[in-house]
Nanobody
Framework: QVQLVESGGGLVQAGGSLRLSCAAS????????MGWFRQAPGKEREFVAA????????YYADSVKGRFTISRDNAKNTVYLQMNSLKPEDTAVYYC??????????????????WGQGTQVTVSS
């Protein structure tokens, strides 16, 4: 069992920045691919970013590439999402997720088996 707890969401003006954090409960955290997804009201959950075990590989949705950065600190069992140049369309509940089964499907929500509770990000225009 892996527990994931997100933090760092909030209200920010367009063009601003936020950093989300996701703390994992297991010391085997360093063995997992980690991902961030988001879900806006009335829309399906969508992939945002993912990072490999050691952080050497990162992946981004086209909509956030160049603005968001995913990183991890395995010593702290934590993954981060730095969000810059935020836009109103980034408004959503953001979820972190852990792939403990090496699914290889880092951009698909079915590739992850543990999820956090989500944190709200609201970007005002």
């Amino acid at each position: 069992q892996v527990q994931l707890v997100e933090s760092g969401g909030g209200l920010v003006q367009a063009g601003g920045s936020l950093r989300l954090s996701c703390a994992a409960s297991r010391r085997t955290f360093s063995r997992y691919y980690m991902g961030w997804f988001r879900q806006a009201p009335g829309k399906e959950r969508e992939f945002v970013a993912a990072i490999s075990w050691g952080g050497g590989s990162t992946y981004y949705a086209d909509s956030v590439k160049g603005r968001f950065t995913i990183s991890r600190d395995n010593a702290k069992n934590t993954v981060y999402l730095q969000m810059n140049s935020l836009k109103p369309e980034d408004t959503a509940v953001y979820y972190c997720a852990a792939d403990t089964n090496y699914s290889g499907s880092y951009s698909q929500d079915y590739g992850y088996d543990y999820w956090g509770q989500g944190t709200q990000v609201t970007v005002s225009s």
